[in-house]
């Protein structure tokens, strides 16, 4: 019959042999938002893990093992709610500009670059072919955009009745939607982003002599990542998550394809 004492020893043996074999600090889950903004998020409400940032969450999560990041489905206008309510911890590939100015957040310089461009329909032959300067000015041009996006020639007024009244717009939730008006004469010129384009032209290898692509650029997306303040992972953090992607090749594989610019990133003061 075993004694008291070495009962007690085999009972505190196996709890720190169990001590041991658990992880000292389970990962802490940060959710990101992740809204219709293609080709970085395509119809998150579908389900279907497609766009660049499912390919960036899951780098994230094979790089360390301190956080889990995972997607919630939100929208380009309920974000912010979502991100003030503390449904979402977290909106990657935004721009302070773009209507957080007075939301309490942290933002992280991602070190990527895009731009959004305007397409026009090439001039039918017979007729005087349409130059650059056609995009100098949008007044009486009917222009398609994307709803909720905040462009830089309306100054950054993404107001659906504002666009509409100012720019003779139409406002839709799909790029191909308004390349093809533009293609079948339903509005004079689209915008869209560069990489979207890039994807697009991909696809539709019958198309890229049909548009013609400006010179000019709307605005050059410098992407951030914008934090809440209560965040479970601190800007620094995640910035020098971003800094290890760079470092192993990851960054360069996910957004490169797209002619999406890895640039450097300001060192903090």
């Known amino acids: 019959m075993s004694s008291p004492i070495r009962t007690a020893s085999r009972l505190l043996l196996t709890a720190l042999v169990a001590l041991w074999m658990l992880p000292t600090q389970a990962a802490q889950l940060v ?10 998020t395509v119809r998150p409400e579908s389900g279907a893990d497609t766009g660049l940032l499912p390919q960036l969450v899951e780098a994230l999560n094979a790089l360390q093992s301190d956080y889990q990041f995972v997607l919630v489905p939100t929208s380009i206008p309920r974000r912010f709610g979502d991100f003030k309510q503390g449904r979402i911890d977290m909106a990657i590939f935004e721009n302070p500009a773009w209507g957080w100015k007075d939301i309490p957040h942290t933002d992280v310089d991602m070190g990527l670059e895009d731009a959004e461009i305007f397409v026009a329909q090439r001039q039918l032959e017979g007729r005087a072919t349409r130059q650059q300067d056609y995009f100098a000015d949008l007044k009486g041009k009917r222009l398609a955009l994307f709803s909720g996006y905040h462009y830089e020639f309306a100054n950054f007024n993404a107001e659906p009745q504002y666009l509409i009244k100012n720019y003779n717009a139409t406002l839709t939730y ?3 939607s308004n390349l093809l008006m533009v293609l079948r004469g339903r509005a004079d010129i689209a915008l869209v982003t560069r990489s979207y384009l890039n994807d697009y032209f ?3 290898l019958n198309v890229a002599n049909e548009l013609l692509v400006s010179d000019r650029i709307d605005q050059v997306y410098h992407h951030y990542a914008i934090l809440r303040p209560a965040a479970p992972i601190s800007g620094e953090a995640f910035g020098r998550l971003l800094q290890g992607l760079r470092d192993n090749g990851q960054m360069l594989k996910i957004f490169e394809p797209y002619k999406i610019a890895i640039v450097p990133v300001p060192a903090t003061p």
């Open 202 to 204: 991909l696809r539709n």
């Open 31 to 40: 959710r990101i938002g992740a809204a219709h903004f293609p080709p970085y």
């Open 174 to 176: 799909s790029h191909d």
